[in-house]
């Protein structure tokens, strides 16, 4: 039953704007800046902002996978009568436990309204709307000026004139769902204030991950089509002023005591010369600042990378996704293969460290592909001169994207459903599961088979690339086997039902190094399996604990020359890397998830020394 809007005038001063959780680990976490901005805009106005961040608590480990979800949601709302409109933010992989959040505000404050912004709505919301009578409004697109609009309509008595004037709501007229014109967007990102970082403790998020955000533009001019970049923003590139964004930069440093930034935005680097003026106003400035940013591959450039560096630039992404031409084509990115490595190169020889993002998963996409993708991406986690860092995902069907034209094709599945939850254990409530278009990524796309190994493939090389790096290298340079027919080979030897548990990372850890091992011992390879040892030294009990109650060791034979055993395993000579000729061991301990190895050649005089500087008994 649809609720009526409420028609008194009154005022809405007390405005509770809310993230909820989303998956990903402990160190997945930042400020949420768009409901900062928001509470900035609304404080600006004079109105009351409190803003829950239960994505914090969640990577505070404060949510218990074991409770009810909505009972711990329960716990952090605000008393009765405390408030008088929320807003909740939307993303497409944690809408389910949004929704949950949003049932549960509706039990609770029957006359509250509640207001659903962000990617997810924005192109959903009459759906939404229709399936949840508790949803009062959907505040499509850029709501930073339009969000007061919306509370000064309500607050007015949401006389419906007034609602049909605010650019980009959907919302109710009796039965009817009201959709008026999307408005555009903001145009002049200098006009917007700093995010009211007061209504957050940054220490918070700091000691989780020590990296914070701040916005420096909006917009991708490009036309992916498994993104909604381009549509959420209206393919338009924006920024702030060079000198708008390096003031800003000085006072988060200011209130946070910090100065490790990621500087926001979709594809910073495809207005290089605003990333010049940009780099040489912190040079102008002499901030001591180390940033990170987005850039598409064929966006960089030698000097433009050089500039990057001597303004504090430490990393910066790229959105790969294949290195194959055809499925590069599929994408409608189009990036050039051979280009991509260069850009790679270029940016790690300029001291910056790549970060290069894959999927895995693309229709009809062939095994010659899938290993030229894996494999490239395994060279450049391992290169010396690049070591770069590797994101692995699987292709999903996102609202706003291309793709999602081709919704009709998703269907609810266990596996997608435990692979995306928002929170470990949480699972969609069985009356949504027939509505996979509100929920894509409880949802599959392809056949249950191939979707599970497209989950357990991806999972195996994001664990591969994260501890067995070399390993992973030395196995498809040595082995004889493709990296697809490899990690095949991985998910032959793994829990079967690894996938589903892909929330316990240790144990798709644990999982990896055990299915690892096995392999290479069938092809009778001890140089590799050295390096396992090397980089895993526990893989044949667990190669990852949490807390041990006594120093625990393990001893494994040292046999190759260690430099040269690690050009072997990139590739470098047919020949067996040269024996060491006195006899040494690797030792690992540990009592916890740090893990101490050395390579020498009197173990037990290592063990004895740990035991005098630890005071801690041994194993």
């Known amino acids: 039953m649809i609720r009526p809007l409420p028609q008194a005038a009154t005022s809405l001063q007390r405005v509770a704007l809310i993230q909820p959780p989303i998956g990903g680990g402990p160190g997945d976490v930042n400020p949420p800046l768009g409901l900062l901005l928001l509470a900035a805009l609304l404080e600006r106005g004079g109105r009351e902002v409190e803003l829950i961040d239960l994505n914090l608590l969640h990577k505070q480990g404060r949510i218990d996978p074991e409770r009810s979800l909505r009972t711990q949601y329960r716990e952090h709302l605000p008393a009765k009568g405390e408030v008088d409109l929320f807003g909740v933010t939307t993303w497409s992989y944690a809408f389910d436990v949004t929704m949950e959040l949003v049932e549960e505000i509706r039990k609770r404050f029957k006359k509250v309204p509640i207001v659903l912004g962000g990617p997810h709505v924005t192109f959903l ?24 609009q919306l509370i000064e309509a309500i607050g007015d008595g949401a006389d419906p004139e007034r609602l049909a004037s605010v650019p980009g709501l959907t919302w109710r007229r009796g039965e009817q769902i009201v959709r008026n014109p999307a408005g555009g967007v903001v145009e002049d990102l200098d006009a917007l204030p700093y995010p009211a970082f007061h209504l957050v403790e940054l220490s918070d998020y700091l000691a989780l991950n020590p990296v914070l955000t701040v916005e420096a533009g909006r917009g991708c001019p490009y036309n992916c089509n498994f993104c909604s970049t381009t549509n959420m923003f209206q393919r338009k590139y924006r920024v702030k002023s060079a000198p708008r964004l390096v003031d800003e930069i000085e006072w988060a440093m200011e209130k946070a005591q910090s100065n490790r930034f990621e500087l926001l935005h979709d594809n910073l680097v ?22 990170s940013c987005t850039s598409r591959t064929d966006n960089i450039t030698e000097d433009v990378a050089q500039d990057m560096f001597l303004a504090g630039c430490s990393q910066v992404f790229f959105g790969v996704e294949t290195l194959s031409a055809e499925r590069q084509r599929w994408t409608g990115k189009k990036l050039e293969p051979p280009k991509v490595h260069a850009a790679v190169e270029l940016t790690a020889r300029q001291h910056l460290l790549p970060t290069v993002g ?3 998963g693309f ?34 069907y996102y609202p706003g994207a291309d793709l999602y034209q081709h919704s009709d ?64 290298r030395a196995s498809l340079e040595r082995l004889g086997l493709g990296a697809q027919e490899f990690v095949d080979a991985l998910i032959a030897k793994v829990d079967p039902k690894l996938a589903e548990q892909g929330d316990d990372r240790d144990h798709v850890i644990n999982e990896t190094a ?11 390879q001890p140089a590799v399996e050295e390096l396992l040892c090397f980089e895993l030294p526990f893989w044949e009990s667990a190669a990852v604990v949490d807390s041990l109650e006594r120093l625990e060791t393990v001893e494994h034979p040292k046999v190759f020359v260690h430099d040269a055993l690690l050009a072997w395993g990139r590739g470098e000579g047919d020949e067996l890397p040269p024996r060491l000729v006195h006899r040494h061991a690797i030792l690992g301990v540990r009592a916890g998830r740090e893990c101490l190895v050395s390579v020498t050649d009197d ?17």
């Open 358 to 360: 894959i999927i895995v």
């Open 514 to 524: 055990r299915a690892l091992g096995a392999v290479i011992r069938e092809r009778e």
């Open 409 to 472: 094709q998703l269907r609810y599945d266990e596996l997608a459903a435990a692979y995306g939850a928002g929170v470990p254990g949480y699972r969609l409530r069985k009356s949504w599961r027939d509505k996979p278009r509100l929920f894509p990524l409880a949802a599959i796309h392809t056949s249950r088979d191939e979707s599970r190994r497209n989950f357990t493939r991806a999972l195996l090389i994001r664990a591969l690339l994260g501890h067995a790096p070399l390993t992973f």
């Open 363 to 396: 229709p009809e996409e062939t095994r010659a592909e899938f290993d030229e993708t894996v494999s490239a991406a395994v060279r450049w986690a391992t290169e010396p001169k690049i070591q770069a860092d590797i994101s692995t995902a699987v292709l999903r």
């Open 603 to 619: 173990p037990q005089t290592v063990l004895t020394r740990l035991r005098l500087q630890l005071g801690r008994a041994v194993q």
């Open 125 to 148: 919301d009459e759906e939404v709307m229709a399936t949840f009578p508790a949803v009062d409004y959907v505040l499509r697109d850029e709501g930073d000026w339009t969000f007061e």
């Open 270 to 291: 495809a207005n290089k010369k605003y990333v010049r003026e940009l780099c040489a106003e912190i040079r102008r400035r002499n901030i001591d600042v180390e940033w």
